[in-house]
């Protein structure tokens, strides 16, 4: 019995130092990330339109995002059969589209 409650100890203890520095590692690489709130809640700023307004779009409900040589079109917080909505903006090249997405994907990556 005292055999088995050694052996108990000794792994007990063996995960706990395991433990420790799982959850040492875990802090150093969530400091390395920027702090962003909650990854449901991921506010991403679009391009300002011709009067002015500025938009915002939560990534964390957009469903698709489509692009031509001239637009860009985010799909956003709908159910089914297209229920939802859409934010679209003027490009000039698919080059611009593909930095487009390639903020958002930034920006979302620095949500979670």
């Known amino acids: ?10 792994f007990v203890s063996s995960l706990g130092i395991g433990l420790s520095e799982r959850i040492a ?26 009067n002015g307004k500025k938009r ?18 985010i799909v956003y917080g709908g159910g089914n059969l297209g229920s939802g909505y859409e934010a679209r903006f003027p490009i000039t090249s698919p080059d611009e589209a593909s930095v487009q997405l390639q903020k958002m994907m930034d920006r979302a990556q620095a949500c979670y």
């Open 56 to 73: 915002w779009v939560n990534l964390a409900i957009v469903q698709y995002i489509e692009t031509t040589r001239d637009e860009f079109k």
């Open 25 to 50: 590692a875990q802090e150093e690489s969530q400091d390395a990330q920027p702090k962003s709130g909650a990854s449901s809640f991921c506010l991403y700023e679009l391009p300002a339109e011709n």
């Open 1 to 10: 019995m005292r055999a088995v409650r050694i052996a108990v100890i000794f």
